[in-house]
């Protein structure tokens, strides 16, 4: 597989699936009245019910997301309603909790989650190997050795020094 910004690169395929997944589960979610909710909000939502209100930087770390992805996140999630926030113990943290309307939409949520997992797992058993051991794979390499380190060990990167 070619490593290149070209249409075969990698980052490319890697957007288009993920863009692929997240378009159906939206169109999902408004299929079944979820109009408005997106896919991105359920690992918040995931985390909140599994910890209880939380800073964004806790928020983005259980998430495993820069902090100005879990905020940018957070910022959509309270325009909807989604979400709250408050202060923090200093003015710079601001503590995310679940509104009373998530609460309620949480069966909604809930049953999403399932169907969405059972998709997975059907697709899954249609490809050669298993895609979460190979995400989980590629998470524990780039852990050991970041993608920038990797670029900046090849001959064509050495070349532009």
Request: charged letters at 30%; a neutral charge; hydrophobic letters at 45%.
């Amino acid at each position: 597989m070619a490593m290149t910004a070209g249409p075969d690169g990698l980052g490319t395929r890697l957007r288009h699936v993920l863009e692929t997944l997240d378009g159906d589960v939206a169109r999902f979610l408004a299929d079944i009245g979820l109009e408005g909710y997106r896919p991105r909000y359920s690992p918040v939502v995931r985390a909140l019910l599994a910890r209880g209100p939380l800073a964004i930087r806790d928020l983005a770390a259980e998430m495993r997301v820069t902090h100005s992805a879990a905020s940018q996140t957070v910022a959509q999630m309270s325009r909807a309603g989604l979400v709250t926030l408050e202060p923090g113990a200093d003015a710079r943290q601001r503590i995310v909790s679940l509104t009373a309307k998530t609460r309620e939409l949480l069966p909604l949520i809930e049953a999403e989650w399932a169907a969405t997992t059972e998709a997975a797992e059907t697709l899954e058993a249609e490809l050669p190997y298993s895609l979460r051991a190979l995400l989980d794979a590629i998470v524990e390499a780039l852990d050991r050795k970041p993608f920038r380190e990797r670029i900046g060990e090849t001959e064509a990167a050495r070349k532009l020094r």
